[in-house]
């Protein structure tokens, strides 16, 4: 089947209408038939990157993975402090998965909360907003699906065994070295062992200044067994160890001044994942996954060690007749963060869990009317464990915090195609999230200032969502066209260090609204797209958190941390032209406009400013090009120079420029022109 990039996502040209999909994919000599269920609900935006689009740019961090979607941002030039916003909600707010293994919480609010090896990744799933009961808990803000390669999906017809070798060259500035060995034990069951190291040196700007606590040292390994054990069974077991070390600021998301400390710093993930498939019949389509990750990170201004330890499972059926699907099933997740001096015992510590139980459908109604609707149940515990002073040994609060509620949430979505070319879409979801693990660092604040440690409210309530989502899509004549509108607002939502204290409270509204355009266009060879998204994120906070009233507050990454940033209208425009088969090259521009807003509420209200203060981010335009040549059966090369233009920016998706009010506080400048040679070799 013919596809069309479109964005970063992939669209059929002969099938737009189609909203269950099927995948035929060539292992060898075996053919495996896997049905994808695509949500109609919170369907307006979504979309896919496949390994191709990450190959193309060389993607060396999670901004290079989504660098052709308008709709997704990636702030901070430092890998680690990298975090991903959606609508302008961070992606805390988002459920992210890797092989169906959430990511949950972040051990440092200044640092990202997702790292990953793109090399790795087969295709990454975005929903935007809430959407569908599958989702999984808490994904108020939409959902990331990560899929990682195994065996079969690098294996040529006919191979039992086969390598591959990989050199990456940075100018700016760094390499990376990947090996990968893979091989069937039988015709159905295959094994893949994967190790790259990638040595950074400090970067440099679009001015050539030097970008400090940049430069770290990464390791990844990754060990996959995958494929069926029986007549339609299907396991698949891996195994992710990543290291990562390097010299950071206090606060790796701000930027560096030249002169200023760098600690030495590690962060470390492990994540062992199962998943079984059992597809027996229509009625009986089971799938199940259970996860186990343990993270840490330590440096600092006084070595500090936070640790998360997460497990989970998830299992579920889809039963299917002529016209209706069914997906029903159940999940639990449990999330632990312990933290303190990396020297002595971890005497503050957080727990959450949260067990669902959902029931999704799809039904047929007409060839051309197709419903969506389902009903999600989710029940949220969360504990805090009683607080010791490091010195004294006196608990820090009275007593341990504690909650546990539970909510139930609805969707409903319509897709009609109201013509061969035609197709109009109309969705409501709802989503919820209990009291989740706090952030490590925060946990144990007191030993970087001295100020009291956020506790939990004894009010506090579930955050809730509802998502309204249009759309009116065209398709024809080697033409894709979309249009949708979306509106999604999260009540009560949870926040601390809001208004001077230091207590998780129910803050107020968050409302994001925005629009959404994507075109994309083949013309024999050539591939064109045009993508254009303007979000806005606005808190509408409780009044008595304030000494001033308040209507709406524009979300930035410096008050609202954890939260969400403020980001311009982005066009993204680019294309693609295929020589040969063996030859090919693209070009692609992002433009992000210019955008003024309104801060420092809560510094004005704390008395460290006299007013309120506008922040202003500059407009900015980056030319990114690339080329690939499959020299040799065996040896491909790929060219890419991103930010051509050397242009001088900080991503919108940063933390913003506040130096006239606070000098230190100023976000990170991205990376100047970076040619980017790879060379692969595979036997």
């Known amino acids: 089947m013919n596809k069309l990039i479109f964005t970063g996502a992939v669209f059929s040209l002969f099938s737009p209408a189609l909203f269950a999909q099927t995948a035929d994919v060539e292992n060898g000599d075996k053919e495996e038939k896997q049905i994808e269920r695509i949500s109609v609900v919170g369907a307006a935006t979504n ?65 990202g909360r997702v790292t990953l090896d ?35 999906d690098l294996l040529r017809s006919n191979e039992q065994f086969g390598g591959r070798l990989k050199a990456n060259n940075f100018s700016n500035d760094g390499t990376r070295y990947s090996g990968t060995l893979y091989g069937k034990l039988n015709d159905s069951f295959g094994l893949l062992g994967y190790f790259s190291t990638v040595d950074r040196n400090t970067m440099e700007d679009g001015d050539g200044n030097k970008i400090y606590g940049t430069a770290a040292d990464q390791d990844l390994t990754f060990l996959k067994a995958s494929g069926d054990i029986a007549t339609n069974h299907y396991v698949s077991l891996s195994f992710e160890q990543r290291d990562e070390e390097g010299e950071f600021s206090a606060r790796p998301n701000w930027v560096v001044p030249e002169g200023s400390p760098l600690y030495p710093s590690a962060a470390k993930r492990d994540t062992y994942v199962a998943n079984y498939r059992f597809d027996h019949s229509d009625a009986v389509y089971l799938k199940a996954t259970a996860y186990q990750t343990s993270s840490s990170f ?10 998360i330890d997460t497990q989970g499972f998830d299992i579920r059926n889809t039963s299917e007749t002529l016209n209706h699907s069914f997906t029903y099933g159940i999940d639990y997740r449990s999330d632990e963060v312990e933290s303190g001096p990396a020297a002595g015992p971890k005497e503050n510590a957080e727990e959450s869990s949260v067990l669902g139980a959902y029931a999704q459908a799809h039904s047929q109604i007409t060839p051309d009317i197709l419903l969506s609707y389902g009903v999600r149940y989710d029940d949220y515990d969360f504990q805090q464990q009683i607080l010791l002073d490091e010195y004294s040994g006196e608990p820090v609060t009275d007593t341990a915090s504690g909650l546990d509620d539970s909510e139930l949430s609805f969707n409903a979505g319509l897709s009609y195609q109201l013509s061969p070319a035609w197709k109009f879409g109309l969705s409501y979801a709802e989503a919820a999230r209990g009291k989740e693990i706090g952030d490590g660092f925060t946990l144990d604040e007191f030993l970087y200032d ?70 994309a266009y083949r013309w024999n060879s050539l591939d064109m797209y045009l993508g254009f998204s303007s979000a806005d994120s606005e808190l509408s906070p409780r009044n008595d958190l304030y000494t001033e009233n308040y209507d709406s507050i524009d979300l930035n990454a410096y008050e609202f941390n954890g939260l969400g940033n403020s980001r311009g209208n982005t066009f993204v425009l680019g294309a693609d032209y295929f020589v040969t088969n063996d030859l090919s090259f693209g070009f692609n521009v992002t433009q992000v406009d210019d955008i003024h807003i309104n801060t420092l509420h809560q510094s004005l209200e704390n008395g ?76």
Not at 135 to 146: D, L, N, V
Not at 473 to 499: C, M, P, R, W
């Open 47 to 111: 979309f896919s990157v496949t390994a191709d689009d990450i190959e193309q740019f060389q993607a060396n961090d999670l901004a290079d993975i989504f660098r052709e979607s308008p709709s997704v941002s990636v702030g901070g030039s430092v890998g680690v402090a990298q975090k991903i916003y959606i609508r302008g909600l961070e992606d805390a707010y988002l459920n992210v998965t890797v092989d169906g293994a959430q990511q949950t919480s972040t051990l440092f609010h200044h640092i």
């Open 118 to 152: 793109p090399d790795l990744l087969k295709q990454i799933d975005v929903q935007a907003g809430a959407g569908e009961a599958t989702s999984g808990p808490g994904a108020i803000g939409g959902s990331i699906r990560f899929k990682t390669k195994d065996a079969q």
């Open 450 to 519: 001295g100020s009291d440690i956020p506790v939990v409210a004894g009010d506090v309530v579930p955050e809730t969502v509802e998502n309204i989502e249009t759309s009116i899509e065209y398709s024809a004549n080697n033409l894709n066209a979309k249009f949708s509108v979306y509106q999604s607002t999260i009540h009560d939502v949870i926040f601390s260090g809001f208004a001077g204290n230091s207590i998780y409270n129910n803050i107020g509204d968050v409302e994001s609204t925005g629009v959404e355009f994507n075109l």
């Open 298 to 307: 330590r440096g600092g201004r006084f070595d500090w060690l936070a640790e």
């Open 608 to 683: 460290w400013t006299d007013s309120l203060y506008t922040l202003e981010k500059p407009s900015y335009t980056v030319v990114d090009l690339y080329g690939a040549w499959d020299v040799t059966h065996n040896v491909s090369v790929n060219l890419a120079v991103t930010n051509l233009l050397d242009e001088l920016y900080i991503n919108h998706s940063s933390v913003g420029d506040y130096s006239e009010v606070f000098p230190t506080v100023v976000g990170p400048y991205e990376a100047g022109r970076d040619v980017r040679l790879s060379v692969t070799y595979d036997f």
